[in-house]
């Protein structure tokens, strides 16, 4: 009986499992419908699975209710229920970073054949950031790129550097490569970047050898958007959004606050300077009057833009429009932007031609800013006195009792106008020999034309007017023309020998000249009610109103040659040669021609045998690089020559030394090591690179001291060292990821050490008011005497002495090296959460390392400016013996070259954060739209500094003053396809 149990159960229990089991079968596709063999289909959560054949088909026995995964390199896992018999399946390419293709602006390579350090960033990254110039939106997207954005001016260009400044007088600022065509970093305002497919950011000598003399600060290569074989396609993207001046966290006095100092505090500048009675003492503290409320609103964005591309296999084209509108967060600051974009191309199998063209006209309306001017409207957010009002009882602007400016009047009634007509536009011709498959002759020549023009008017009745030649006002006109082309042919040949041999060999030739010419004047005496030159009352020699009249022009051309060749070895090691030869006209006859290049290698060792076991690595590659990249900019087109101006005296007109010349003066050269890995594991859910870099700057364009007799204070010359090195981090990972839900983060970080190796003359530093430039030292460093505190018992400033000891008394020999104003530390961290159609994204930057010198404090917490308004800290000066505070008696001689005003300049900011939701295709294919997405969008929400400034991102390291901070924005907005 009990063995007819066991048996009986035995049955039960596998007649149950074989009812619950059924077979499914199907077929696996890739996008094109092509079927892929060794797909594994596995039973999810077991170990049983099976794999396509030949054909993609596969057969296999699940229990019900379970789920099948399906899975192979170079795809996107897929799982799905299997609820029937039947189960077909398209599995989504994953393309490795290693197959992105990087663009060179001269060609275009696979980034796993190239030795060189580059980061590409895709279009959807900044396309839909609302700032009115694109490259503050590259903010933290790559490891090695430091961005600061100096101001929240609508359209004002951020400061971009890669790799550190390797430059004391020359230029620092990357190369910036449109379709081919140089342009200039300034002139993004004019731009639309919803026409960018991707940036390509070029870093080591590898990647910048190729562009030589112009590749010294590393190279962004934007590529704008092309059409796409098939039946047209609309785009629209639209945004709206709303801007705020961030909260001060420098507080200045209140009315009474500010009353209570002027009349009680021992500042011998106080003791009631203005004479207040007891009464008007009282009826002003009462008045508060917030000029931040008085000078900024609420900006507001407008965005909208209309694209469209199609075409057939042999010709496509896209057509874009769009307009811009931004008002800033301060009164009468604005940028207006309407731009065009025109790109076709065209052609057989062996002939192809193509035409990539923009134009765009900006409008920008602004105020003055980064100054200690007392004309300018944004110092009096601190300095004007709070018991002022800006009109009076009868509606019309108040004199300020201080002889401070209005500041609403002087940006109500000033204008300060400026526009930019901008074209780029370039022609290539491809013809592919049909004798010899793989070579082909290539010519790409294009244009960059910028005009810009400037409107300064002001108003007699202002105070800027007031201090105008003749005290009546003025009027500036302003005139700038700049036409850069770009001719580069060349002539390449790619092959393969066997399997195992890749080559590609380039040869090049290209000319560049760029032709500037300015011209302005201003006039003055504007006695007539108009704010033109009609106004302008013409000048004599008695009623002293002669215009000024300035103008300039300048040329300049380079002309190179240059080879490039990669070779590729069983798909897994890559040589990369580079040899360019640079002429430039701003160097003298013996200097003019420098030699510069490259040679890298890569090896993708996760091809070798030994590693063939370890699943858990997709890819594992080695790279090394070194070569030389020089450096022109900077200097005078005419630099090694002598330049003579114009001066008078007596009333006649004398020429004068303004440069002398430098016949010697040569290239700045770079020398760049590069080495590193780039990595993708566990199936491609981690990836990332870490690389070493060590840029060495000789040749450096220095100012050499001359004797101040000479008339000319210095003279350039190329003269000391200057180091980079720094280690760059870069990792993307996926945390989680199933059917519907995603989960992705990325972290770069970038840490470059800056420092003078060698100066000249057997000179051990050079220094500049509050900076030093000294050996072993960073560039851009501060060079202070340390205060020590304020002396409880005398309320003196104390200052410590080179031995640490304390004293009294000021000596600039004290001085020392307090840090650098560029942060050494930089980086970004991103995150995603995607679920179905709706996406969650963030964006995090922060920068660490530096200081910087608030000059905003030293002029609140001077006593002698007690006149204007003043900050909160001076309510706790010392004022008796025993005081313990960090604001000295007032009495004592206040000097500001200390590091008392230096500040750390550290800061984490969320700098963007975007909600969106995409309709499913069920709707929208009813509504006859092929894509819809909708989302909301945060810039600048939160910053976390100790900086008491409004904003840490100071490119200089010093603000001066009249600080216009980045706008904190709220958006929202829409990108409809058809």
């Known amino acids: 009986m009990r063995q007819m149990l066991v048996l009986l159960t035995l049955f039960l229990s596998v007649t149950g499992t074989l009812f619950a089991q059924r077979t499914v079968a199907g077929k696996v596709t890739d996008e094109k419908g092509d079927p892929l063999s060794g797909v594994s289909v596995v039973v999810k959560g077991t170990s049983t699975g099976t794999t396509t054949n030949d054909s993609g088909d596969y057969t296999i026995s699940l229990p019900n209710g379970k789920t099948l995964v399906f899975s192979i390199s170079g795809y996107k896992t897929f799982e799905s229920a299997a609820t029937g018999t039947s189960l077909n399946v398209t599995l989504q390419t994953e393309v490795s970073s290693l197959e992105e293709i990087v663009v060179t602006g001269y060609t275009t390579q696979i980034k796993k054949k190239s030795a060189g350090s580059s980061t590409v960033i895709t279009a959807d990254k900044i396309e839909n950031v609302t700032l009115g110039s694109f490259d503050q939106a590259l903010q933290g997207m790559a490891p090695g790129l430091s961005v600061t954005a100096p101001s929240g001016q609508p359209g004002a260009a951020a400061s971009v550097q890669i790799r550190g400044k390797g430059s004391i007088l020359g230029s620092n600022t990357p190369l910036y490569i449109v379709d081919g065509i140089q342009i200039n970093a300034s002139d993004f305002s004019t731009l639309n970047p919803g026409d960018f497919a991707n940036i390509s950011v070029l870093k080591d000598a590898s990647a910048t050898a190729i562009y030589g003399s112009r ?33 001060p966290k420098l507080k200045v006095m209140n009315s009474a606050q500010k009353l209570d100092y002027e009349v009680n505090s021992p500042n011998p500048y106080g003791g009631n300077p203005y004479g207040w009675t007891p009464a008007e003492i009282d009826a002003l503290s009462k008045i508060n009057t917030n000029w931040q409320d008085v000078l900024f609103h609420t900006g507001q964005t407008n965005s909208h833009q209309l694209s469209a591309s199609g075409g057939k296999e042999n010709t496509k084209y896209y057509v874009s429009g769009s307009y811009f509108d931004q008002t800033g967060t301060v009164k009468e600051t604005r940028l207006k932007r309407y731009t ?40 009096a957010i601190r300095w004007a006195n709070p018991y002022e009002t800006p009109f009076d009882a009868d509606g019309n602007y108040t004199a300020i009792v201080s002889g401070q400016p209005n500041p609403l009047q002087e940006i109500e009634q000033n204008k300060r106008n400026f526009y930019q007509i901008k074209g780029i536009g370039n022609f290539f011709v491809q013809y592919n020999f049909p004798f ?3 070579l082909a002759l290539r010519t790409n020549w294009g244009a960059d034309f910028t005009q810009d023009e400037g409107d300064v008017y002001l108003a007699p009745q202002t105070y800027q007017g007031s201090i105008s030649q003749g005290n009546n006002g003025s009027l500036n006109r302003s005139s700038r023309n700049s ?16 399997s195992d041999h890749e080559l590609t060999v380039g040869l090049f030739q290209e000319f560049v000249k760029q032709n500037i010419r300015s011209f ?31 103008g300039n022009g300048t040329l300049n051309a380079l002309s190179s040659i240059f080879a490039d060749v990669n070779y590729g070895y069983k798909g897994k090691y890559y040589l990369n040669l580079n040899a360019r030869r640079d002429g430039s006209s701003r160097f003298g006859s013996e200097n003019r021609y420098a030699n510069f290049g490259s040679v890298g290698a890569s090896w993708l060792v996760s091809s070798e045998d030994f590693l063939q076991d370890a699943a858990w690595i997709n890819t594992l590659r080695y790279k090394i690089s070194y070569g030389t990249v020089g450096n022109q900019e900077g200097i005078a087109d005419f630099g090694n020559r002598s330049l003579f101006g114009r001066t008078t005296y007596a009333g006649s007109s004398y020429y004068n030394y303004i440069q002398y010349g430098n016949n010697d003066l040569r290239w700045e050269t770079k020398r760049m090591f ?11 859910r981690l990836t990332g690179s870490v690389e070493y870099y060590n840029n060495n700057t000789v040749d450096l364009f220095i100012d050499r001291t001359l004797s101040l007799t000479s008339g000319v204070n210095a003279i350039n010359y190329n003269l000391g060292k200057l180091q980079n090195s720094g280690i760059e981090v870069g990792l993307n990972g996926t945390i989680v990821k199933s059917r519907d839900f995603e989960w992705d983060l990325g972290v770069n970080f970038t840490y470059n050490r800056n420092r003078v190796k060698e100066l000249y003359d057997g000179k051990n530093e050079q220094v500049d008011g509050m900076g030093i430039t000294k050996v072993g030292k960073p560039i851009n460093s501060f060079y202070l005497v340390r205060a020590a505190g304020v002396d409880p018992q005398t309320g003196e400033q104390l200052y410590y002495n080179l031995d640490k000891s304390t004293s009294a008394n000021y000596d600039p020999a004290n001085k020392v090296v307090i840090g650098t104003s560029d942060a050494p530390y930089f980086g970004g961290v991103t995150t995603s959460f995607r679920y179905k159609g709706l996406e969650l994204s963030a964006l995090l930057t922060y920068a660490m390392g530096n200081y910087i010198y608030n000059n905003d404090r030293v002029n609140l917490e001077n006593p002698a400016y007690l006149y204007d308004n003043i900050s909160v800290n001076m309510a706790r000066e010392w004022r008796n013996v025993g005081d313990i505070t960090d604001i000295p ?3 004592n001689t206040f000097i500001p070259e200390t590091d008392r005003f230096i500040e750390k300049g550290d800061f984490l900011r969320l700098r963007n954060v975007t909600l969106s939701y995409s309709l499913p295709k069920s709707i929208l294919g009813k509504a006859g739209m092929s894509s819809t997405r909708i989302f909301i969008q945060g810039i600048n929400l939160l910053t976390v500094t100790d900086y008491t400034g409004y904003d840490p991102e100071i490119s200089t390291g010093i603000l ?3 600080q216009y901070p980045a706008l904190k924005q709220f958006t929202f907005g829409v990108n409809i396809g058809f």
């Open 960 to 962: 001066n003053g009249a």
């Open 340 to 379: 065009a974009r025109f790109n076709i191309e065209s052609g057989t199998k062996n002939l192809t031609f193509g035409l990539n063209t923009q134009v765009g006209y900006s409008i920008f309306n602004n105020t003055q800013e980064n100054d200690a001017f007392i004309g300018s409207p944004l110092n």
């Open 436 to 438: 010899l498959k793989g």
């Open 674 to 684: 590069n080495t590193g890995i780039d990595f993708e594991l566990f199936n491609r």
């Open 215 to 247: 590749g010294a600060n590393g190279v962004l290569v934007i590529t704008t958007k092309k059409g796409q074989a098939g039946k047209i396609a609309f785009n629209y993207d639209g945004q709206y959004g709303i801007s705020k001046f961030p909260t």
């Open 483 to 498: 036409f850069r082309y770009t001719g580069t042919t060349s002539l390449s040949y790619t092959t393969k020998i066997n």
């Open 889 to 891: 008696d007032p009495n």
């Open 520 to 550: 302005g004047f201003t006039g003055y005496g504007l006695t007539l009610p108009y704010n033109n030159e009609f106004a302008i009352t013409p000048g004599n020699a008695t009623n002293g109103y002669i215009p000024t009249v300035v």
